[in-house]
């Protein structure tokens, strides 16, 4: 059994306050998105140029910030959010939804996509393989924060929240930074590597996380504003990764069938 080490939220002290490692884990995650971008537009053939990386960062950190926060505050803390309205801006406490960074993006990256005249799903193919390693940071920040921790378990890995309670429990975090993070990072980019039809990348993507996601919620403590949300036992997580799936599987198979109908 371990002891969760308890860690100063905030990494730099200014003042009164300081730079949060929340926010660093954000620094990070966009800083290596940019450099495996100039990466992959270096390619032959990639279909991109170095300096449109930045730009479509820009939108795209829009998309995940401005989503994410707002994706927290409708699926996991609305009440809260009616009561303490500035809550909405204070990201370095955490509280980020995956989700809705997901739908932000996606719509920040349709906006792209109509202003450079690419395809949706001509970005989406790009930019999804860039991801992963950011999530995994998110996550570190997670478990930096003390947040979203598992639930009770007697494994030899469980580690005691003492900030929480004195029960041994599953550290969720470190498992969704190596699963959903590393774990996808290194399969969508190694598929990524090879021409794949137009909307393939992004199929792949939204079935594998979102099985990823519907696993890691059995390990993962419910959020307690929330608990079980349907057939007493499926998370608001677990319910929000169902359509990913399915859509996911429509859109892998579609693309391969327009392939194979183009070909012949």
Not at 18 to 46: D, E, K, N, P, Q
Not at 194 to 211: D, I, N
Request: proline residues 5%; positive net charge.
């Amino acid at each position: 059994m371990l002891i969760y080490p308890e860690i100063d939220p905030i990494a730099i002290h200014i003042g009164s306050g300081g730079i949060h490692w929340y926010g660093l884990m954000y620094l990070v995650a966009f800083t290596s998105a940019w450099y495996l971008g100039r990466y992959r537009a270096r390619r032959a053939g990639s279909g991109w140029k170095e300096d449109e990386v930045a730009d479509i960062m820009f939108y795209a950190a829009l998309g995940v910030i401005l989503g994410g926060r707002i994706g927290y505050v409708l699926f996991y803390d609305f009440s809260n959010f009616i009561q303490h309205p500035l809550n909405l801006f204070k990201i370095w406490q955490g509280g980020m939804s995956f989700h809705g960074g997901l739908l932000g993006t996606a719509l920040a990256l349709a906006l792209y996509g109509r202003k450079t005249q690419r395809s949706f799903f001509q970005v989406t193919d790009f930019m999804i393989p860039l991801f992963p390693l950011g999530y995994a940071a998110g996550r570190l920040g997670n478990f930096i924060n003390g947040e979203l921790w598992g639930r009770v378990t007697d494994v030899p890995w469980a580690m005691v929240f003492l900030h929480v309670d004195t029960q041994p429990r599953h550290p969720s975090q470190l498992y969704q930074l190596f699963l959903g993070g590393i774990t996808i990072f290194i399969v969508i980019w190694l598929y990524s590597n090879k021409p794949r039809p137009t909307m393939a990348v992004s199929g792949l993507f939204l079935t594998l996380f979102g099985c990823y996601r519907i696993f890691v919620e059995f390990f993962r403590q419910p959020d307690k504003q929330l608990g079980y949300i349907a057939f007493d036992w499926m998370t608001m997580g677990q319910v929000l990764s169902v359509p990913m799936v399915l859509i996911g599987g429509f859109m892998l198979w579609k693309a391969y069938q327009k392939a194979r109908h183009a070909g012949g």
